[in-house]
């Protein structure tokens, strides 16, 4: 909205008019000695004249017969205009759908999963954390495994805490928006199937959906987060998916190690535009020290990058 403010002051001089009428009547007299005029009596007539608001006094002084009108002010327009706020966008509010994996919806769009492995990978950056006793394990249980890391120092001899990475990439076309509103199904149709949270919020910038929760599996309840992510590189993309499970009975003990593993897990595209930054705040002043340079991603290189934590073992000492 832009609003424009008018004040408008006019000063009026007034002008106030005085006028000397001088009036001699000489009349006829019987004598005859001839009789002198009188001199003129000069008789000052005012007239009053009402000052208009801001009016400028007239000058004093008993011999002021006309005074000049005052000289009008500049019409003066303060102008005030006021930038419109700029629009920004609410953030898209995606419904989950009610039926239908993920796997069904790419399914039914004709849409080929092909899963990829960890070596020679460069499409994609995947940073995975590996918190200390934890170790990269081959598992049958996951055919398509990307990468499977296992807690190998605890547990409750049970069950092993685990986080499975699989990476496939899409070949066909359909709506990334769409497709990741199916992120919740596959979690919710497990045994006895307890929601703890979930969220649709892009992750890095990316179609993304989170989950997690409770449910049951061999006689014990496991505990779990599942994440979906929908990302692009150059023509291709790609359907990344993290599990990480615990035992119930083992969620205090590993909370560090899982919520280290689920918090620290990024993935970028080393073509991919970055996600548009939130709205700026006011420019500040200009600091006299220059700007540094933006730091260029041009020629990041893509990889695949598991952060190992490496203990250094203590050095026995030398007995003699």
Excluded: C
């Excluded at 001089?13 to 001839?34: I, K």
């Excluded at 919020?201 to 959906?209: I, V």
């Excluded at 705040?281 to 340079?293: G, V």
């Amino acid at each position: 909205m832009i609003t424009i403010a008018r004040n408008w002051r006019v000063v009026v001089g007034g002008v106030a008019a005085g006028s000397a009428a001088v009036l001699g009547f000489a009349g006829a007299s019987a004598s005859a000695e001839p009789v002198l005029p009188l001199p003129p009596v000069p008789v000052t007539v005012s007239q009053a004249v009402p000052a208009a608001p801001n009016a400028a006094p007239l000058a004093a002084g008993p011999s002021a017969a006309v005074a000049s009108p005052a000289a009008t002010a500049p019409l003066e327009v303060p102008t005030t205009v006021t930038a419109a706020p700029t629009a920004v966008s609410a953030p898209e509010t995606l419904v989950p759908a009610q039926s239908g994996t993920i796997t069904d919806f790419f399914k039914g769009k004709g849409v080929t999963l092909e899963p990829q492995k960890a070596e020679g990978f460069t499409a994609l950056n995947i940073v995975l954390p590996m918190p200390r006793g934890w170790s990269v394990v081959p598992d049958p249980n996951v055919p398509d495994a990307f990468t499977v890391l296992a807690d190998r120092l605890g547990g409750d001899g049970l069950y092993t805490s685990n986080a499975q990475l699989t990476v496939y990439k899409l070949v066909g076309e359909f709506d990334p928006k769409e497709a990741i509103t199916h992120g919740y199904v596959d979690s919710q149709q497990l045994f006895n199937w307890q929601s703890t949270d979930a969220s649709m919020a892009d992750f890095g910038g990316f179609p993304s959906s989170i989950i997690e929760g409770t449910y049951r599996e061999n006689d014990q309840t496991l505990n779990t987060s599942h994440r979906y992510v929908i990302v692009p590189s150059g023509a291709d993309r790609y359907l990344v998916s993290l599990d990480v499970t615990t035992a119930a009975n083992q969620v205090v003990a590993t909370a560090d190690a899982t919520d280290a593993i689920v918090n620290g897990f990024r993935v970028t595209s080393p073509t991919a535009t970055p996600a548009p930054a939130p709205a700026a705040a006011p420019a500040a002043a200009p600091s006299a020290t220059p700007a540094a340079a933006p730091i260029s991603d041009a020629g990041a290189t893509a990889t695949v990058t598991v952060t190992v934590p490496v203990p250094v073992p203590a050095v026995p000492a030398t007995q003699h």
